[in-house]
Structures are given as structure tokens and as C-alpha cells.
């Protein structure tokens, strides 16, 4: 090829990435323009209460989220407290971002007053709910405590935890990256390569999905858009290794850069293409979930995958090009200098050690690594991934949760979240005794778009007088709809109690014996919905992933054997790393328990990415093998990617245990159990199990491709 053509593509190569760089470089503050926190973002997308949330637009004027203010004083309210209560009130009537605001109710003991205001339709949420807390504040006499909750105060809470993902997430994920490969190169100027590579992958990534978003095509919210940051940083350094590896390896066998770089790509696309193409089949699994956010996660990562791969094999090769041996300084690799000895007496180094004892003892390793593995997993039997409780989402402090706390105290504990109840007109009244007959409703009205929500009492509490939302506002008739109307059942227990999800399961049964087309949603259906298709999902992904991942592993290794070997490892790596996380929350952290989406994306991370550790391994070890035979295939593939996937493993355990900064208890579970697992999958089993299941298999761990009846001293 002309010199000029050489100096040409590399150049064009870095121009284009520059283009898209200054193009979305910006877009890195705007992500939070498209991105939602709103419960409709993790609705399920065919469950009852989401049916039931599209359609009471029908019933009510059209509103936003209601903020619930509580006041509460120990020994009684006094008549100063009253009045700075109708001040509140006041003032949040006048504000633009409030719909409608309730009289001011006391409770029955005389300790406490609530208000519900009413966003508007239009309000943002997370500003708003901060104005009215600081309305709140300012109106306090001394000893008077305040506090906004409600919807609109956990959605506020929730947005704010999640305000670090843009710039806090980012910078902490960064600057361990660069920690690491500074560590690892002892280079001043490789680590910036490689890390530059990752952050105009995730510039390209944002770029794409902030227009995706925009259109409408894609959703994001505050975990889609934390998960992308850290699953693109921590791939394309991963990719970014694998290729640097091999490049290092070229500029000692070929002169030229040019011919070091063909080289060098030569033996890295096959394993690079394959593992991105393995994570996005994975992530796009994700699409057959019925959850909203999970959906959404799947196209969204896949995006971000897909710009890793395209960063490393295409960026990286041409930056490196530019510097050639330079960019190793001072530990430049000379031509015609010998590689490093990986097998056999003379070999030096960890990997070397590591190749011996596989070799001597491979048998006992692989069963002593399995022994231990199956060991961590016992901590499964005390996993609790069924759900948590709303007020238990954000870790740390939250004035919605304290304001809940307060308002259970002295108010029906669902006020402002009241369970819906969408049915027949024709049979209102017995749809409303049905209601007023279930433990735990504490009253129920009639939505009506000419009257406040909550004013048009249609049943009886079993004290036979309507309560909780009744305000005693003129009644009015109730909204029809297509034959239907909304009651408002007010629940005794807080709304993201365990005792108010057992209330409305026995509502939705009494509803549904009166009217088999009735349907519950509202806060607590809204988190039953969720939970329930969230273990659904679960039950339905986790074994096409592995279906899918299992076949791509086949057609690449051209192998039955040595791919079920991969998954079985990986399905053992994961249970640990899950059990070990169970405990950890358990007993050390003492948390609630989880959410039914920590197994299932740290089982799709982890398994996708964990298969990428043993496709760089097992392509070289198949590489090797053609030349050496299997017994010496397998340890020199151990030692030539030892270093490096070490490195990676370490890199991206690094870059999802930046997650943890961010005070939202999935995402705290989520970074401990990947962050762990790869560690483990790194250090255990690509490192000792896999290598040791496979010598010991020997030729038969490439049945039925022709490795497999190849002479043994091949």
C-alpha cells in the first residue's frame, strides 16, 4: 500500500472519531433532558395498574404527581401551628406548578395536619417538590416539624440520588480506569489511548441515544442512563486491552507499524467482535421483558456495546499507529525481540506459575474451584429478590421516607396514594361495598373531573362513615367513561407496605368477583405489577441468554464440548458471586432485600461479560492448539492472556463498582454482585477452573470439530 494511503486512513480514522467527539461531547450535560425518573419509566407495560394509570386521564382533570406536606408536633398542635398550616396552604395555591391543593386535615389525635397539593401535569417533579419543601421550611414555627411526601416526594428523593450520574459516576469510573492502566502499563501515555478510546465510545454512545430518546424510539431514566457510563467505559477498555495486547505482540515480529497493526488486528477481531456481539445479544434479551426500564436498558446498551467495538478495532489501531513503539514508553517492545517464555521449566513470571500448576494438577484444581464456588452459593437460600419497599430505594437520607414514617403515624397510612379501582359504571355500588368490605381500605370515593380527587364519597368504611380523602367538599357525580368509573380507595397502611400489597391482592379478588373486567392499579398495585413481572422476567431471560450465548459459543469455537464447559463455569461463577451477595446485604449492610431486576441484570452482565474473559481465552488456547496440540494449546493460551485479562477483569470490576456511588439500593446491589463476580470469573475461573477443565478433557473439549481427532503430538 502507497505511504501516503498509510499516513491517509489512520488520519481519517482519528478525524471522523474528532467529528464525533465535538458533535457529542456536549451532549454528555444533556443526557438528563431525555432522561425520566417518572414511575411511568418502570411501569410494566401490560400489567393491571398501568392499564388502570392510561385511562383515569378519563376520570380526573389532568394533573401531575400529589405532594403530600405533614406537620406533626409532639404534644398537640397549637393555634400558631394552625396558622402557619393555612399559610402553607395558601402558598402553595398560588404556585404555577400546583394544580389543586386539599383543605388542611387534622389527624384524630391532634399531633399532626397534612395538605395534599397536586402537581400540575406540566411540572417537573424533582423542582418542584424542592420549592414546596423550601415553602414548607420558611412557614415553620419553632418545634413545628415538616415534611413533603408522597409520590411527588419519593419521585423528588429518587432524582436527586440519581443527580450524580452525569458528572460524579463518570469522573469516579474514570479515574480508577486510569489508576489501573497507569499500574498496569507503566506508561504516561498508553493509559490516555486507551481510556481516550472508552470516553469517545461513550461520547458516540450518548450522541445516538440522547437522539433515539429524543424522538421517542428509546426510553431513558436515571438507571438506563447509569448502566450505559458504566458498561461502555468498561468494555471499551476491556477491547481496548485485548487489541494493545496483541499489538505489543505484532511490533516485535514486524518492523513497520503498518504491518504490526494488520497483525494485531488480525488476531484480535475474531475474539473482539464475538465478545461485543455475545454482550448485545445478551443485553437485547433484555426486549422480552414486560418492564419498561428493562426494555429499555436492552437497545440502550447494545448501542453502547456496539460503539465499544467500534472504537477498539477502529480508533485505538489508528492512535497507536501514530505512536507505534512511543506509545509503550519506557518499556517500548523491540523488533526482532524475543516473546515471552510461556511454557515449561524456563518460564518466568505469575501466569507461568499459574500454567505449572494447571499442568501438574488439573484435575484437582478444577474441583477444588468447583467445591468453593458451589460453597458461595449457598448464600442463594437466604437471597430476598422480591422487591423493596419505595421508601427503601434511595440509601442514606430522604425526607419522603421520614414524612411517610410521620404521616402513618397519624393519618390512614395510603393517604395521597390511594388505590384505583376501574369498573362498570352500572355497578358502582356494589364495586364500592366490595371495596369497603376488605381489611385494610380505610375509605373510598368516586373520581370526578368537576370536583377536587377524593371529594365524592360513593361507600362506607366498616365504621359506616366514609373517610380518609373525603373532605367533605360538595359532592359531585362521578366521571363515566366508556361505561367505566374510578373509585379512589383510601388503604389503612402505607402504601409501599407489605400490608398494603396483601390488601390490594384481596381488593383486586373482591373487585373482580362483582366485576370480572375490574381492574386495581395506583402506587401499591403499581409495585405488586412490577415485582410480579420482574420475577417473571426473570424466569423467561435467564435461560434464553444462556440458549443464545451457548449457540454464538459453538459457532465460534466450532466446538459442543468446550462451550457448555464455558457456561457451566459461568452459571457456577454466577451463583458465588450472587450468594456471596446475599450475604453481604444480609448481614453486613443489612439492607431489605432487593429488587427483581439485581439478579437478572447481574446475571446478564455478568454472564455476557463473563464469556468475554473466556472468548479472548479460549479463541487464543484454540489458536495455540493448531500449532502446539491441546496440552501445550491450552497452557500457552493461559500464559499469553493472562496478563491481560487480568487486567480487564480488574478494569471493568473497577468501573461497576463506580455504581456504588450512587445512593440507589439496586444499583448499590447490582455494583457489588458484577463487580465481585468479575473478580471472581477473572481470578478463579478463567484463570484456574476453565484451563484446568479443558487440559484434563484434552482433545475431547474440541468435539466434534477436527481438534478433536488430531494426532497428540499436534
Known amino acids: 500500500m502507497p505511504r501516503s494511503l498509510r499516513i491517509a486512513i489512520p488520519a481519517l480514522v482519528i478525524l471522523v472519531w474528532l467529528v464525533v467527539a465535538s458533535v457529542g461531547g456536549p451532549f454528555f450535560g444533556r443526557i438528563s433532558e431525555v ?46 401551628d394552625t396558622a402557619a398550616a393555612d399559610r402553607i396552604a395558601d ?102 489511548l486507551v481510556l481516550a478510546t472508552a470516553v469517545f465510545a461513550l461520547t458516540a454512545s450518548i450522541l445516538v441515544v440522547w437522539a433515539l430518546a429524543k424522538a421517542g424510539v428509546v426510553t431513558v431514566n436515571g438507571q438506563v442512563q447509569g448502566i450505559l457510563s458504566i458498561l461502555v467505559i468498561g468494555a471499551a477498555t476491556d477491547y481496548a486491552l485485548l487489541y494493545t495486547s496483541r499489538y ?135 437471597l430476598r429478590a422480591d422487591g423493596v419497599p419505595q421508601s427503601d430505594l434511595v440509601i442514606g437520607q430522604s425526607q419522603a421516607r421520614d414524612g411517610q414514617t410521620v404521616l402513618a403515624d397519624h393519618f390512614p397510612g395510603g393517604s395521597g396514594s390511594p388505590a384505583l379501582v376501574l369498573g362498570d359504571a352500572d355497578r358502582i355500588d356494589r364495586l364500592a361495598d366490595a371495596v369497603t368490605g376488605v381489611d385494610g381500605v380505610d375509605g373510598v370515593t368516586a373520581a370526578a373531573k368537576d370536583a377536587p380527587s377524593g371529594t365524592t364519597p360513593v361507600g362506607a368504611d366498616a365504621a359506616g362513615t366514609t373517610t380518609g380523602t373525603t373532605t367533605g367538599a360538595p359532592a359531585a357525580d362521578p366521571t363515566v367513561s366508556r361505561g367505566q368509573v374510578l373509585l379512589e380507595a383510601t388503604l389503612a397502611d402505607p402504601a409501599d407496605s407489605a400490608a398494603a400489597e396483601r390488601t390490594v391482592r384481596q381488593l383486586r379478588t373482591a373487585v373482580e368477583r362483582v366485576d370480572p373486567g375490574a381492574r386495581v392499579g395506583g402506587v401499591t398495585a403499581t409495585a405488586i405489577d412490577t415485582n410480579d413481572t420482574g420475577i417473571r422476567d426473570r424466569t423467561l431471560i435467564i435461560p434464553v441468554v444462556l440458549g443464545v450465548i451457548l449457540l454464538i459459543l459453538m459457532l465460534l469455537l466450532r466446538s459442543i464440548v468446550t462451550p457448555l464447559v464455558l457456561i457451566g463455569s459461568v452459571i457456577v461463577s454466577f451463583a458465588a458471586a450472587l450468594g456471596v451477595g446475599a450475604l453481604v446485604f444480609d448481614h453486613l449492610f443489612h439492607f431489605p432485600g432487593a429488587d427483581p431486576s439485581v439478579p437478572l441484570f447481574s446475571f446478564v452482565f455478568l454472564v455476557a461479560l463473563g464469556v468475554d474473559y473466556n472468548i479472548f481465552l479460549m479463541t487464543r488456547v484454540r489458536e495455540e492448539t493448531l500449532r502446539h496440540g491441546p496440552r501445550e494449546g491450552v497452557l500457552r493460551g493461559l500464559g499469553a492472556t493472562g496478563g491481560v485479562i487480568t487486567s480487564a477483569g480488574v478494569v471493568l470490576a473497577a468501573t461497576f463498582a463506580a455504581l456504588g456511588v450512587i445512593p440507589i439500593l439496586f444499583l448499590v446491589q447490582i455494583a457489588f454482585v458484577v463487580a465481585f463476580g468479575v473478580l471472581l470469573d477473572t481470578v478463579v475461573v478463567r484463570s484456574l477452573l476453565v484451563p484446568a477443565l479443558v487440559l484434563d478433557l484434552g482433545r475431547r473439549a474440541w468435539w466434534p470439530s477436527r481438534l478433536s481427532r488430531r494426532p497428540r503430538d499436534m
Open 35 to 80: 432522561s425520566t425518573n417518572d414511575q411511568t419509566s418502570f411501569l410494566p407495560a401490560s400489567a393491571d395498574a398501568t392499564a388502570v394509570q392510561d385511562r383515569s386521564s378519563a376520570f380526573r382533570d389532568a394533573s401531575g404527581a400529589p405532594a403530600i406536606v405533614v406537620l406533626e408536633r409532639d404534644g398537640g398542635l397549637t393555634s400558631a
Open 91 to 192: 402558598v402553595l395555591g398560588a404556585r404555577a406548578d400546583v394544580d389543586q391543593v386539599s383543605p388542611v386535615i387534622p389527624s384524630r389525635d391532634g399531633d399532626a395536619v397534612e395538605v395534599v397539593a397536586t402537581l400540575t401535569a406540566s411540572a417537573e417533579t424533582g423542582d418542584a417538590v424542592a420549592a414546596i419543601r423550601a415553602d414548607v421550611d420558611d412557614a415553620l414555627p419553632d418545634g413545628l416539624r415538616g415534611y413533603v411526601t408522597g409520590p411527588a416526594g419519593f419521585t423528588a428523593d429518587l432524582t436527586e440520588a440519581f443527580a450524580g450520574i452525569d458528572g460524579l459516576l463518570l469522573g469516579v469510573a474514570l479515574l480508577a480506569v486510569l489508576v489501573i492502566l497507569i499500574v498496569v502499563y507503566r506508561s504516561p501515555l498508553l493509559p490516555f
Open 248 to 382: 505489543r505482540e505484532a511490533l516485535r515480529d514486524h518492523r513497520t507499524g503498518w504491518d504490526a497493526t494488520k497483525a494485531a488486528l488480525r488476531g484480535s477481531l475474531e475474539p473482539i467482535i464475538a465478545s461485543g456481539g455475545t454482550v448485545i445479544v445478551g443485553v437485547l434479551c433484555l426486549l422480552l421483558s414486560d418492564l419498561n426500564s428493562n426494555k429499555a436498558l436492552g437497545p440502550v446498551a447494545a448501542i453502547g456495546i456496539a460503539f465499544s467495538v467500534l472504537a477498539a478495532l477502529t480508533l485505538l489501531p489508528a492512535l497507536l499507529l501514530c505512536f507505534r513503539r512511543a506509545a509503550f514508553w519506557p518499556l517500548r517492545p523491540a523488533f526482532g525481540g524475543a516473546h515471552p517464555v510461556l511454557t515449561g521449566p524456563d518460564a518466568r513470571g505469575l501466569w507461568a506459575r499459574v500454567g505449572r500448576l494447571v499442568g501438574r494438577r488439573s484435575r484437582v484444581v478444577w474441583i477444588v474451584c468447583t467445591v468453593g464456588l458451589l460453597a458461595m452459593s449457598t448464600g442463594l437460600l437466604g
